[in-house]
């Protein structure tokens, strides 16, 4: 086992970090950028050395500083979180030249689902289902209008180097086809420096719904169950839960085999997830892979009782994985808690936390680096925290949520508790009957 670990990045996810390090007895190596010098992840690991300014660039982006960090602190493994460096395979190279284990996919795993048609082609030859759609990058609009008229309107445009929404477009009829596809190749060129785009059937009111993946050194690939991120705005999930109100044990069986198939087609090591599109008649498509752990991992965590951080360190030492598949014991939903006026657009709300209160009892968990007097830089993530519910069943965990959110006391900067709670009543929600769509008709009271 790792003798100590530095971890490469911010705010919860480096704390939710330590934590498991701590209970391993593993020595902890924090870094921080001068804006982070009285942060919880400082504070709480063995060491902590300063890697640059404020912007992510100069520090959490900074190769060379965290390469320097871990040599002088004689690291022998980074943990890169998520988002900064945790999918660059570049970084990855660079930590196993200097025979530093990176607590995550090879560079090979990592390029192959980096971009999203390859990706899509390793999936079809492996048999995991895909949107229908073109084979390879559009040439032409007469291109586009051929095949669209083949797949059938409506369908979407997507960045090959894509992600997040960026230059996306969804097309109904063809005499919208000439300007669409000018503006997504414009905007991949300007996002991505790759204006690559290729066309899909476009899958109309969706589920997102994610399988958790581990897989070993050894080739032994288990599922841990799906999670539901439907409740999404403009690309950023909000809530996140387990199981999927939508799912049942034969849909969660097929999604989970394909989920193993995709991951097994690149061979992969550590924990993961694959993303589907999920519609109305229970299709499932593959959407993309994440080499990652996510934000959103503490659900699954909840409803298996299982430490996916342990599991992702464990992995990467080279132990074995058993081998079984998970299914949800209990329901837990997870909220994020993020520095932004939800009556104001969302707007990012940074600034000292002048009072905190923080939620407890039953069935509840707080991951959060926020504490009273912390100053939340605005360089970074507006999340400030994640709360986490769970229940024997999904009204339970909604109630206990709702309470959860009622003893939250955040005073001095603005946050999305006040959304959350007018969710966590919200008639539909309550329901499970929502898809990606449905936070476009919900306003604030
Ligand atoms: C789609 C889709 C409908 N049909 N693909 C959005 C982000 C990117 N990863 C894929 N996305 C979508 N792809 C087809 N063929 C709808 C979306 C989509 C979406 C997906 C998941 C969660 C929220 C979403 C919000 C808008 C659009």
Known sequence: MFKKILIANRGEIALRVIRTCREMGIK???VYSTADKDSLHVKFANEAVCIGKPQSADSYLNIP????????????????????????AKFSQICADHGIKFIGPTPAMINGMGDKITAKETMIKAGVPVVPGGEGLLESVDEAKRLAKEIGYPVILKATAGGGGKGMRVVFEEREMEKAYTTARSEAGASFKNDGVYMEKFV??????????AGDQYGTIAHLS???????????????????????????????????????????ESVGTIEFLVDKHKNFYFMEMNTRIQVEHCVTEEVINFDLIKEQIKIAAGYPISGRNYEPQLHAIECRINAEDPYNDFRPSPGKITVLHQPGGHGVRVDSHAYAGYVIPPYYDSMIGKLITMAQTREEAIDTMHRALSEYIIEGIKTTIPFHLQLMKDE??????????FLEGFTME
């Open 65 to 88: 500083h965290i390469m320097a960090a871990a040599e002088i602190t004689n690291a022998d493994a980074i943990h890169p979180g998520y988002g900064f460096l945790a999918e660059n």
């Open 226 to 268: 799906e999670r539901d991120c439907s409740i999404q705005r403009r690309h950023q999930k909000l809530v996140e839960e387990s199981p999927s109100p939508f799912m049942d044990p034969d849909l969660r069986q097929r999604m989970g085999d394909a989920a193993i198939k995709a991951a097994s087609a690149i061979n992969y």
């Open 204 to 213: 109309e009111e969706p589920r997102h719904i994610e399988i958790q993946i």
């Open 428 to 437: 539909n929600f309550r329901k499970g009957n929502f898809t990606t769509k």
């Open 28 to 30: 902890t190596v924090a």
